[in-house]
């Protein structure tokens, strides 16, 4: 069976294990999975396929008829459980076990899960979860899903495009995260998507090695990479995140032949110690990724042998507004990300959405050309039909990025225009690490800024006005760090604390936002910020 034919993720596995039943279609390296395996872990599409539809018996039993959060880390019982789900209909939660405790329940409880779904070492934890928020949501061993009982067994549904298959949430300028309602089609375009682009990215049937570090909570592993694979026959390697010191002798060992990254990848290898079995044109074919500091990319290439292939998606447009850089010219070192294709209708438009003129910087706008504008795209936010409107309006996805059209139609990236902070592919918004640090006894005012950072893309700044004199400026900004710790997940707290005795503000008393930025970057360069970078740390998994 082709798989244009599928009519959901499950299906496209499904009929990959036909035509590729021998073929490994998972990977995890021994480096990904060496704390709860000893050796490495692979499946075949044939297993792949018996594993899920086992899976999707037990779940039938359950009687489940609501969404499902999956906590199962970067491992193959996300895969398993995600599509046995998806057989059913079933849409999926991803959340990162990496999360505070405070902001799970907001994903549960906004998302309507039925149940949790979470490796053995995560039952627990979400179980008073849970409990402490007042949730009467069952949680599950992924191991023993028959022990679930929600209501009488259900029926497998025909597969249907249009039936919703994840909930993904991504950060916004109003604080909280919004709920992404992602369709069937979402992902099957994504498969069709990376299929079509050919050029450096050309896939190959049956053949192709993906290894990505990404998170499965994220879009861009749950469906670009998946479906990349899943729908040629090729090998998903998936690894728990990324590790720098021992990255090219996984990318050796699992005889990878692409790689998925984002911006802070390169960052951090180029700064490796050289050596003289860095030449890795034999071996890997592409990058793909997003956010190459322009500096590094040129140096990348030449060093490592492959092209680093700047592509531009975000989790609402999905493969209906991607754009990738996977013909020349490329214009390496410039944040080009290619020319739009046939499919996409764009435009350039200022802050009146009235188009720019040739050349000049505009937000970018997207939409699928065709009689449904919104193919491949999103499908709304859950339960903000005003949020969605505010997307769409015009009938265009209007992604606050501000862009630039070159002479020969290739775009290059220019900067945000949404009060969004990506650190490393997260996405923070800087109203939460705002309120996250409002109740911090010495703090009388804080904007969060991002400012640019080497390795990270983007860093936290923050700007804050004191509740009075302290006398240990360095202790007072560490202390309001470990505050923000306290609520939000490690990567979202400030890196950087700018004290001042007032911040520009509008007539309302609102922030000016792009003056605070300014002065977040004044004071980094005059050496007045205090630096905290080195107390981000990834804090040890439960």
Known sequence: MSPLAAKSPRETVAFSAQRFPDNEAIHIPLQACSHYSSEPISLTYQELDKNIHEATAHWVGTGVTGRVALVCENRVEFLIHWLALNALGISVIPINHEMPDQEIPYYLEHGEAVAVCAL????????????????????????????????????????????????????????????????????????????????????????????????????????????????TGGCLIQL????????????????????????????????????????????????????????????????FGFPLVEAWAMTECGAGGAIIASHEPRHVGTCCFGRPGEPIEWQLVDENKTPVAAGMPGELRVRARGPDP????????????????????????????????????????????KNIIRRSGENISALEVEAAVSDHPDIQMAVASAVPDDMRGDEVALCVILQRDVPNPQATAESIQRHAIQKLAYFKAPAWVIFSTSLPVTASNKPKRADVKTLALQAIKEETAIDLRHLKKRTKSP
């Open 120 to 231: 053995t070492e995560h039952r627990q934890r979400l179980t008073q979860i849970c409990a402490d928020s007042g949730l009467d949501i069952p949680v599950v061993d992924c191991q023993a899903i028959s022990a679930l009982q929600l209501g009488k067994p259900t029926e497998q549904p025909a597969p249907d495009p249009d039936v919703e298959c994840a909930l993904l949430y991504t950060s916004g300028s109003t604080g909280k995260p919004k709920g992404c309602i992602l369709s069937n089609d979402y992902f099957l375009e994504q498969g069709h998507w990376y299929r079509a682009q050919g050029g450096h990215i050309e896939l190959r049937e049956g053949k192709e090695r993906l290894l990505t570090p990404l998170p499965l909570s994220h879009m861009n592993a749950m469906s670009v990479s998946t479906m990349a694979m899943f729908s």
């Open 240 to 303: 728990d995140r990324f590790h720098p010191t021992s990255w090219w002798d996984t990318v050796r060992d699992s005889r990878a032949t692409a790689l998925h990254y984002l911006g802070v990848l390169p960052a951090i290898l180029l700064a490796l110690p050289e050596s003289d079995s860095d030449d890795f044109s034999g071996q890997i074919r592409f990058g793909f990724g997003a956010g190459v500091n322009p500096a590094h990319h040129q140096r990348f290439e030449e060093r």
């Open 374 to 417: 919104k193919k491949g795209y999103f499908s709304g936010y859950l339960k903000n039909p005003e949020a969605t409107n505010e997307a769409w309006l015009d009938g265009w996805l209007n992604t606050g990025d501000v862009v630039q059209e070159l002479p020969d139609g290739n775009l290059i990236f220019v900067d945000r225009r």
